[in-house]
């Protein structure tokens, strides 16, 4: 028996006789109240402690050999399809002029709506080369040798005609797809570079008439992660009887995103600045959109982590039994002052 008294002394919450208790409206009250919050709070911590978060890392890149992927998704509303022309160049020496493969030109009309497909894809234009002969690449090519050899031909007419019927019903292109470079510095960019130099002075008569106004809908380096912003989505650029040249100098930090689920998504995040170059009459550059790139030496790491249980322990003791105490002291206040207020001669009262 010694021993059962010894532990009963040790309670720290003994029990009063059911007698002794009192209940009052106000302490049901201050209980209901209590229970909400600490409700709103358990569910506030539980939310807290299954959100991840981030942690960022940063170490030297150490990738070789790997190509850079770069999304585009861009839309001219003033220059239409045939005589747009994406090209790339980098710091090895590769320089590809009127790049479609994986580049898709879709033909709009003056308020913006899809009239036709220019470029499906390379293998399909070869697949129907015999029976699309009013392709662009086409007409680029067999323009530029019968220039060359010829002079302009009937077929270098018609195409001088239809771009610039194109023209005067105010058609625009949008080009999207993905380009595959090199993990190296260097640039992309989209003009009439590849209209041969006198056609393109047929259709504009001057690199002043070449209205390359733009709107940027997505321009990536590799697949988006959560919280990832392109600083140049959404960008629009409109020049009212004016002309120019566009350029975007963008630096690449490579990037890897850890999910909690320990699945690495290997992608790339940028910075840009921009700077437009006006164009003037006897300029010998026609205008074009530009974005000139470099690489950042050093990598990002983000990895998602969950808080451990011990701290959502910790933490739901904290607000749940701070609430309780909370709630007890109010209780004991509310109390005394009704208590005071209704028998302001009775004194010693104490719960």
Not at 9 to 35: C, M, N, Y
Not at 51 to 71: A, F, N, W
Not at 138 to 149: G, I, N, P, Q, T
Not at 192 to 198: A, K, P, S
């Amino acid at each position: 028996m010694g021993m059962k008294q010894a532990l009963k002394s040790l309670d720290a919450f003994p029990r009063a006789e059911e007698h002794l208790l009192q209940k009052t409206q106000s302490g049901a009250l201050v209980s209901i109240v209590g229970l909400v919050i600490m409700a709103a709070l358990f569910f506030h911590e539980l939310t807290y402690y299954l959100t991840t978060y981030t942690v960022h890392q940063m170490s030297v890149d150490l990738k070789r050999g790997e190509t850079l992927p770069i999304h585009i998704n861009m839309t001219f509303p003033s220059l239409p399809c045939d005589v747009l022309s994406v090209d790339a160049i980098d710091m090895s020496g590769k320089h590809e002029v009127d790049l479609d493969t994986n580049i898709w030109k879709l033909r709009l009309s003056s308020h913006g709506q899809i009239i036709g497909t220019e470029y499906l894809s390379d293998l399909v234009e070869k697949e129907h080369a015999a029976h699309k002969h009013d392709d662009e690449k086409e007409h680029h090519d067999d323009s530029d040798k019968k220039l060359h050899a010829l002079g302009f031909d009937q077929e270098a007419e018609n195409m001088i005609k239809k771009v610039k019927q194109a023209l005067a019903n105010g058609e625009g292109c949008r080009v999207y797809g993905v380009l595959d470079v090199q993990r190296v510095a260097g640039n992309f960019h989209i003009s009439v570079h590849g209209l041969n130099i006198y056609v393109a002075q047929m259709i504009f008569g001057g690199a002043t008439h070449v209205n390359v106004s733009h709107m940027i809908h997505d321009l990536s380096f590799g697949p988006k992660y959560p919280g990832l912003h392109n600083p140049l989505d959404g960008t629009v650029r409109i020049l009212h009887d004016a002309s120019g040249t566009f350029k975007y100098y963008i630096k690449i930090v490579p990037t890897e995103y850890r999910y909690i689920s320990k699945e690495v998504l290997p992608t790339n995040q940028f910075s840009v600045s921009e700077y437009f170059s006006p164009m003037h009459e006897f300029d010998r550059t026609w205008p074009a959109v530009y974005f000139l790139y470099d690489l950042s030496p050093i990598t990002v790491t983000i990895k998602e982590e969950r808080r451990s249980f011990l701290h959502f322990i910790t933490r739901l003791c904290a607000v749940l039994g701070g609430t309780f105490a909370l709630t007890g002291m109010l209780d004991r206040w509310m109390f005394r002052l009704i208590e005071g207020l209704t028998k302001p001669s009775h004194k010693g009262v104490f719960r």
